[in-house]
């Protein structure tokens, strides 16, 4: 028997919770711990032996140990197909993905703990005011760029939820914990309404799954 | 008749040259054009036409416009099979994919263009500096990581070139850039140079495509 799928979690990380709400789109059962980020569980030897880059979240699933959440998601698309997360076409798989990287590699990782603690460090004199300067500046700009890429459907392609739409609630989730100004980005903001009334998103919402 | 494929480029970019590297792998014929970061090219509003987000590549094929590297390369692997840029089974993909992510998702981004020159807005005293500390510590902080990851063999996974591959090259390329200390990082600079003797990898080098 396979052991029960095993996710190391934060509830506060965007790309965990990615990951929780792939799981939940696909109905995997799966048991959870979380790694405080803030306390820096992430690096002690016992995680980086699970993730050497210190992040969250990783995945036990099937005998394997996976880390890298897109990484992740395509695995559990590729075994799990139902319902699918990319659409049946190369042409709209590329657009899903153009859109979800447009999160996952050209916001996210710039606003990471990691990134921002350091803008941190180089600012002694007004530190949390160089944090909020930051992640509103990088949050605004990729956004802005977003909004012009989506499409006119309920999601961010299409009428059904897919890869894009799983980078984009987070990212949304992000902008509002640091007050980014989101009347710019009407579709933006009507996607992640959609997405919120389906019981995988909210499921996997940070308040949901934040440690008592 | 389709046209020809149509890349825009720009030699400096890590993001195009992980296309180039695709596209020469995969044996794709296609015309080119620099689209000049460093002039500002990018910000023109024809280039944002092509794509909003105001990046290189954005690659012409089949009719359509693609953008974001990772999710064209992925089209180009999904489209033209030969030689295949994942392994066959999910359990590889997964592992190639973490491996890419690694770079694309948590270095590239923090060292782009715009982020640098941020980082260099916010210390008007030494700019230079101030972008020399930030890309030291992040590619290095990333590379370390990476070094830890890679399997045994003469490429980042197994012993034929992949989609990590095609992200690390970039990435070291842009490390001796910026005067990183790879001594800690043997096995990425083995694969690295093992790359460079494929004429996929030799021939997408900045140094072979810079405009005269």
Known sequence: MTARPFLYDYWRSSASYRVRIALNLKGIAHDSASVDLVRGDQRSPEHLDRNPQGFVP??????????????????LDETRPEPPLLPPDATGRARVRALAHAVAMDIHPICNLHVAAHVMARHPDAPEAARQDWMVHFITRGLDALERMVGAGAYCYGDTPTLADICLVPQIYNARRWGVDLTRHPRLVAI??????????????PDRVKPA
């Open 58 to 75: 990783a995945l036990r699933i099937d005998g394997l140990l996976l880390t890298q959440s897109l990484a992740i998601i395509d695995y």
């Open 192 to 205: 992640d309404a959609a997405c919120a009334d389906l019981p995988a998103f909210a499921d996997a919402h």
